[in-house]
């Protein structure tokens, strides 16, 4: 019986031998199929297949920063909803803001090294575009733009925002430019400027036109001689 009894003990050990034995091998495949899975994740994060990539990314605000961490561009929605993106130098100045009035018009403006705006693109709620450029106290200087009836009109102010000179076609094509003084007089016209005829109708005069005003407003000198005073 004892013999019997350590011959079962033996064989019973040398079985728990080689469940461990199986165990740590086990073990070791499972380690090795992980490693072989995370590599494979890795590989499949690192090179996205077309049909993984999402159709909508949707945020509120999104910064783009450099390296340091400073903002260069920033893409988000005002209080009113309104979309707004913003381009900012190396010293995280504002340089160019694209974004949408409440009215939905689109307007593009550009500004100096001091955040001072300088020019400004857009379109006037009836579809008009108008180009304004602005001196460097914001006043506006210059300003390109087309009328309702797609007539171009070049205007340019005095350091008060005064026109001094409007130069523009009407409708027919027709050219005409006009001076005023620091008061907004008109001084001298030049070209086919609308004029009001008595029935308070107006008409372009001649192109040839030139008329020559005191600062009274009355006329000094016209040709030709039955132009009217605009």
């Known amino acids: 019986i004892m013999n019997t009894t350590n011959e079962r003990l033996a064989a019973l050990e040398t079985e728990i031998a080689r469940c461990r034995r199986a165990a740590r091998r086990d073990r070791s495949i ?5 490693g ?10 690192g090179q996205p297949e077309k049909d993984k990539i999402p159709e909508e990314f949707r945020v509120r605000k ?22 707004r993106l ?15 009035d409440q009215d939905g018009t689109p307007q593009l403006e550009l500004y100096d090294e001091k955040a001072g705006s300088r020019v400004q ?17 914001g006043k506006t200087r210059s300003s390109l733009f ?9 205007g340019m102010t005095d350091s008060k925002e005064k026109p001094r000179a409007t130069f ?11 001076l005023s ?27 040839s036109t030139l008329i020559l005003f005191g600062a009274d407003g009355k006329v000094l000198w016209r040709a030709p001689e039955d132009a009217r005073k605009p």
């Not at 913003?86 to 949408?100: C, I, T």
């Not at 579809?127 to 106290?137: C, I, N, Y």
């Not at 523009?168 to 005409?176: A, V």
């Open 30 to 34: 499972a380690a090795g199929l992980a």
């Open 36 to 45: 072989v899975l995370a590599l494979f994740a890795l590989g499949a994060i």
């Open 62 to 83: 999104l910064l783009l920063v450099d390296a340091k961490g400073e903002t260069h561009a920033a893409f988000g929605l005002l209080k009113d909803g309104s979309p």
């Open 86 to 100: 913003e381009l900012m130098d190396h010293n995280a100045k504002g340089r160019a803001v694209l974004a949408l």
């Open 121 to 137: 693109l857009g379109l006037l709620r009836d579809g008009s575009p108008v180009l304004d450029l602005h001196d460097e106290k």
């Open 146 to 154: 087309l009328t309702p009836d797609g007539s171009p009109m070049l």
């Open 168 to 178: 523009g076609l009407n409708n027919d094509g027709t050219p005409f430019l006009i």
């Open 181 to 207: 003084d620091e008061k907004g007089q008109s001084r001298a016209v030049v070209g086919a400027a609308k004029a009001t005829k008595p029935d308070k109708s107006q008409a372009p005069l001649p192109e």
